[in-house]
């Protein structure tokens, strides 16, 4: 029965490749010799000595020695290779090195992704080691960027959002065998996520204060994006180290009335300060001139003045002055 622990990352038993590189070199030329010096003695006469050492020479230096060189693997830095026996999880050797392991594993990795994506975390050697190609899984820190996608934020309006993701391998043996492809997986799981996230929130907040929305709140859509995707993408065995959004506007359908509005409420927050301003310097002048007693002003005239005050600040063009030859009255 399988365990529920046979999934999990393990190293592989290994020994260090340089002196089993050396020693299998010195067997196999000494075993060639061997055989060589045993074929003269039986072309001389045939003897049980001459068959020996031609049997001994000829299985090691011919079978057993080419096929210990078959068990040598070369990694470099942030480098792994998940290796099988006979089909079951043999371990995971991780590089910098130079290993010797058992000349029957084969190293497996997913499915190679497309040419089209931008990281490809799979690497090819060349053939000739046991399983025709040795598939090395990376183990560096990579970036997924996706495409842009048209999702519908918490009122119902549809936005172009795009994300980028920075993540990376922690653990080969659920990369390879719990999924069948990790990086599409990942990919998958960040559109998922982002249509999640998107849904909940409006792509700008309105006047109410402490309202979060896409374009305001950037930091927290971006710690609750990657919680989310880390949850997913934990059977895979990926860590998710940043993700964020990297592009955000209206669907073109849209994005013109959107402007619209957006310069709309821009006119009035700005008329509402204006006017407040302007309130103030008209408060603040029939205030100085009651105090300093320069000119006595009834009521009307009071009225009079403010209403020609608030016009001069809160129009859009220069007033044009007006000069009064005659009385006040």
């Known amino acids: 029965m399988r365990t529920s622990g046979q999934n999990e990352e393990r190293p592989a038993p290994y020994w260090a490749g340089m002196p089993m590189l050396i020693g299998n070199i010195i067997l196999t030329a000494g075993t060639v010799a061997l055989f060589i010096y045993g074929s003269i003695q039986a072309d001389k006469q045939l003897t049980l000595q001459a068959i020996l050492m031609m049997s001994l020479g000829g299985l090691y230096g011919f079978i057993l020695g080419p096929l210990v060189f078959t068990g040598l693997r070369i990694l470099k830095p942030n480098e792994a290779l998940v290796l099988t026996l006979f089909g079951k999880y043999y371990g995971t050797l ?16 997913p499915v190679p992704v497309k040419p089209s994506t931008a990281q490809v975390p799979l690497e ?13 899984i990376s183990l560096k820190v990579l970036t997924l960027d996706n ?24 653990d080969t043996a659920k990369a390879v065998f719990n999924v069948d492809n990790y990086v599409e997986y990942l990919s998958i799981q960040c559109d998922s996520a982002l249509r999640n996230i ?36 934990d059977i895979a065995g990926l860590e998710i180290i940043e993700a964020r959004i990297t592009h955000l506007s209206y669907a073109p359908e849209i994005a013109t ?51 020609n005050l608030l016009v001069v600040l809160c129009a859009n063009r220069e007033a044009q002055p007006v000069v009064n030859t005659g009385t006040l009255y």
Not at 97 to 109: I, K, L, R, S
Not at 129 to 135: F, M
Not at 204 to 233: F, H, M, T, W, Y
Not at 276 to 282: L, R, T
């Open 198 to 233: 998107v849904r909940l929130y409006p792509y700008d907040s309105p006047d109410e204060e402490n309202e979060k929305s896409l374009r305001g709140s950037s930091q927290e859509i971006a710690e609750r994006l990657k919680a989310e995707i880390q949850q997913k993408v």
């Open 257 to 307: 009335a959107m402007l619209q509005k957006q310069q709309a409420t821009a006119v009035v927050a700005a008329r509402q300060l204006i006017v407040e301003g302007a309130v103030g310097m008209v408060e603040m002048a029939l205030e100085k001139l009651s105090q300093r007693q320069i000119i006595n002003l009834d009521e009307e005239r009071k009225a009079a003045m403010v209403s």
């Open 147 to 170: 495409e842009k996608q048209k999702i519908n934020d918490a009122l119902g309006n549809p936005i172009i959002i795009g994300i980028v993701v920075v993540w990376r391998v922690i």
């Open 124 to 136: 090819k050697t060349t053939p000739g080691r046991g399983e025709g190609v040795n598939k090395r």
């Open 94 to 109: 991780k590089g910098p090195g130079f290993f010797w392991v058992t000349p029957f594993v084969q190293a497996v990795a």
